[in-house]
């Protein structure tokens, strides 16, 4: 079989085909063999010159394309068609695939069959333009589904607006808010469907958005009260941005705040209620974190830590009642609030001289404190507890130093001769009672003399106990 041949010297197309940039080859189209190829074409399909010219169509070619080889090369080539036969995807020695735009003409001086191709390297345009028409495709879907998801959801408000300030996209629920189909409002300014005092917000807020592409910026609408009550919305604008950076819409997306805003607002004015009624007691009452910071003070608390309410608030309760109170208290309020364990306890402040009760009440977030100044109390109490030891000992006094004499004087009276009263014997007997009579009133005047405590009277000592019974 005769080798392959060059384009002889005279043919015009020699230094057009050897010294092209572009990869070139002649084929027979009935054997799909390679008859001629310049440089450039080994080079772009990287092959030596003697495998490719006993190569065929078929090895430049992966599997996937050979079918539709097989249909190009099954139909008479048309003339009236031109060269162009669009864009194929050719392989190379090493496997590697890659697009070229094919130009083909017939090339009689090869042979009646053979063709003069040249392959185009337009590898990168064209997955360029298939990373982009994915990514379009991609996002046309997301934004169907995200277009689904808003016309679908309860509450959600959403709307799109492109560069000039027109609505692209608005779901039923904002057009509803607006008292319009989503049909009457597309295309249309948005400007003319806020309130006037709405106007300022959201310019300044669209021009944030197209300032600054994909940064989250967000605007509070209130639109004027329909029937008696205001209707408020929270949005969340941001500038969407394209491939290549420039900025095509503005998303907006919100939530009707009504609801909340009135529930705050009751919450609020409890809340203030509640704080009155604190600031009203004149117990001492404050609030700490699971970190030991107070959150809340009422003023008695606050004056008697020696702070102002503004002060107290974000302290650290060690800090603060370091100086008031002991290590071990600081340790078991540490515990009652972290542990979730109930405290009662009592302690004395030194300054400014005071008993106070504690009172500790966990919950999940903290703790409330209550103290109570028990000064009065513990007054009572001491004088209540100095008035038992005296009853004891006036018990005492009567079970011993009484008896003693007593007992002596019906002892004698038991001896006395009633017989005979001037028996000699009976006056030393009245000596010995007049003896036994002054001990028993020296005993006597010991006990009324231990019936009195301090200034305290049994009114006193009766109030105070009534008092302990009934403080707590």
């Not at 009260?225 to 929270?234: D, F, K, N, T």
């Not at 830590?305 to 078991?332: C, F, K, N, Q, Y």
């Not at 309020?333 to 030194?350: C, D, G, N, S, W």
């Not at 513990?378 to 030891?389: G, W």
């Amino acid at each position: 079989m005769a080798g392959p041949r060059q384009v002889e010297d005279g043919d015009s197309l020699r230094s057009f085909f050897y010294d092209s940039p572009f990869a070139m080859y002649v084929y027979d189209r009935q054997t799909r063999r390679f008859l001629e190829a310049n440089p450039a074409a080994l080079a772009h399909f990287g092959h030596k010159r003697e495998a490719f010219l006993q190569a065929g169509l078929d090895t430049i070619r992966p599997k996937s394309e050979l079918d539709k080889l097989n249909k190009k090369l099954a139909k008479v080539y048309d003339l009236g068609a031109g060269p162009d036969q669009g864009i194929w995807l050719h392989q190379a020695a090493d496997g590697v695939a890659f697009y070229d735009r094919i130009y083909v003409i017939p090339f009689p001086s090869y042979g009646p069959n053979a063709m003069l191709a040249m392959a185009i390297d337009v590898d990168k345009q064209v997955r360029q333009e298939q990373q982009t028409a994915e990514r379009a495709r991609k996002a046309d879907a997301r934004r169907a589904y995200l277009e689904s998801l808003l016309e679908n959801q309860t509450g959600v408000l959403s709307a799109r607006i492109n560069t000039e300030g027109l609505l692209t996209y608005i779901n039923p629920n904002l057009a509803q808010r607006a008292g319009l189909l989503p049909a009457d409002m597309v295309g249309k300014p948005v400007r003319s469907f806020l309130d006037p005092h709405n106007r300022a917000p959201f310019d300044n807020v669209f021009a944030q958005c197209l300032a600054e592409p994909g940064r989250q910026i967000p605007i509070r609408l209130a639109k004027a009260p329909q029937a008696g009550q205001r209707l408020l919305a929270e949005y969340t604008a941001v500038a969407l941005q394209e491939p290549d950076g420039s900025v095509d819409e503005i998303q907006i997306t919100g939530l009707d705040i009504t609801a909340k805003v009135v529930m705050i607002e009751k919450l609020n004015a409890y809340k203030a209620r509640l704080v009155a009624i604190l600031e009203a007691i004149p117990d001492n009452i404050y609030a700490l974190d699971n970190n030991l910071r107070l959150v809340y003070a009422n003023s008695p608390a606050a004056q008697i830590l020696g702070h102002t309410v503004e002060s107290l608030l974000g302290a650290d309760m060690v800090a603060v009642l370091t100086p008031i109170a002991s290590a071990e208290l600081l340790e078991r309020t540490r515990r009652a609030v972290q542990e979730k364990i109930p405290l009662e306890e009592t302690f004395y402040m030194p300054n400014p001289g005071i008993w106070l009760a504690i009172r500790v009440f966990p919950y999940p977030e903290g703790a409330v404190v209550y103290t109570r100044d028990i000064s009065t109390r513990k007054d009572y109490e001491s004088k209540l507890q100095a008035q038992n030891d005296l009853l004891q000992e006036i018990a005492w006094l009567q079970s011993h130093k009484v008896r003693a004499p007593l007992a002596s004087i019906l002892g004698l009276m038991k001896i006395f001769n009633r017989q005979e009263p001037s028996d000699p014997y009976n006056l030393r007997l009245m000596d010995m009672l007049q003896a036994c009579c002054v001990q028993l009133d020296q005993v006597v005047h010991e006990i009324v003399g231990k019936t009195y405590v301090g200034d305290a009277t049994g009114d006193d000592l009766r109030a105070a106990a009534r008092k302990h019974l009934t403080e707590d």
